[in-house]
C-alpha cells in the first residue's frame, strides 16, 4: 500500500501567500524528502529531513516532521507564479536493504498540486 | 548540461510491440533507479541498480527488463506493450543507494500504447 499520502491533493492561492502542504506516513522512517514536479519535468529535489529532526529551513521553504504522527509538513511562504508545481513527499523505511548496504528506496505520495495565481 | 538524460521523450506505438528507452547521468553517481507514474501521479519505484548491480527489483512483469551497461548508463526494454503501459517513465540517480541522498530526475518518457 502507499506509504505517503498528501493533502490537500490540490490548493489554488494568490501570489504572495503562504502555502502548506501535508504528509502522512504509515511505518518507521530514516528520512523524509520533499519534490517537486513542474508539469511535464521530472522530480527536483527541495529538502531532507532525517527522523531525528524537527523542522528545517531552506530559503522560503520550512519542513516540519512529527514522528509520533507519523506526519511531516511543508510551509512556502510568500509564494509566487513560479512555485506552481506538484509537490510530493517521500519516505526512506529503514527495513529496505539488500545485502549488507542499502536500497535508496523512496516511496512517493501521490502529491499535491500547487496553482499559485499571480 | 543536463543531469539525468532520458531519450524519447514521447513514444507512441502500438501495443504488442517492443520498445527501449535510454538513460545516462553525467554526475558520477553510483546508483540509477526507473520508476513509473501512472495518470493520477502517483510514482513507483521499478528497478534500481547500484554500480551495474540489480539492488531493487519490484513486482515488474517479466516483460520490462533493465540493462546497466555501465554505472553511468540505465536503460529499459519493454517487451509485448500493453494498454496498461502507458504511464510516464522517470529515470532517476543518487550518488549511493542510501535514502538520505536527494535523487536527481530526467524530464521522463511519456509512452503512450495505441
Known amino acids: 500500500s502507499q506509504q505517503g499520502e498528501e493533502d490537500p491533493q490540490a490548493l489554488s492561492i494568490q501570489e504572495g501567500e503562504n502555502a502548506t502542504m501535508n504528509c502522512s506516513y504509515k511505518t518507521s522512517i530514516n528520512n523524509l524528502q520533499w519534490y517537486r514536479q513542474n508539469s511535464g519535468r521530472g522530480l527536483v529535489h527541495l529538502i531532507l529531513?532525517?527522523?531525528?529532526?524537527r523542522e528545517k529551513h531552506s530559503g522560503r521553504l520550512r519542513v516540519t516532521l512529527d514522528t509520533s504522527k507519523k506526519s511531516s509538513s511543508l510551509l512556502i511562504t510568500a509564494s509566487r507564479a513560479a512555485d506552481t508545481a506538484s509537490y510530493f513527499c517521500?519516505?526512506?523505511?529503514?527495513?529496505?536493504?539488500?545485502?549488507?548496504?542499502?536500497?535508496?528506496?523512496?516511496?512517493f505520495g501521490q502529491g499535491t498540486t500547487l496553482q499559485v495565481k499571480p | 548540461d543536463t543531469a539525468v538524460s532520458q531519450t524519447p521523450k514521447y513514444l507512441v506505438t502500438q501495443m504488442g510491440n517492443d520498445k527501449s528507452i535510454k538513460c545516462e547521468q553525467n554526475?558520477?553517481?553510483?546508483?540509477m533507479y526507473w520508476y513509473k507514474q501512472d495518470s493520477k501521479k502517483f510514482l513507483k519505484i521499478m528497478f534500481s541498480?547500484?554500480?551495474?548491480?540489480?539492488?531493487i527489483n519490484e513486482t515488474v512483469p517479466n516483460r520490462f527488463s533493465p540493462k546497466s551497461p555501465d554505472k553511468a548508463h540505465l536503460n529499459l526494454h519493454i517487451n509485448s506493450l500493453e494498454l496498461g503501459d502507458s504511464a510516464v517513465y522517470f529515470c532517476?540517480?543518487?550518488?549511493?543507494?542510501?535514502?538520505?541522498?536527494?535523487?536527481?530526475f530526467g524530464d521522463g518518457t511519456r509512452l503512450s500504447i495505441l
Open positions: 517521500a519516505t526512506d523505511p529503514p527495513t529496505l536493504r539488500h545485502g549488507s548496504s542499502n536500497t535508496g528506496k523512496l516511496i
Open positions: 554526475l558520477g553517481h553510483d546508483t
Open positions: 541498480y547500484n554500480n551495474k548491480e540489480l539492488i
Open positions: 532517476a540517480s543518487s550518488q549511493v543507494p542510501e535514502g538520505n541522498q536527494p535523487q536527481h
Open positions: 529531513i532525517r527522523s531525528n529532526e
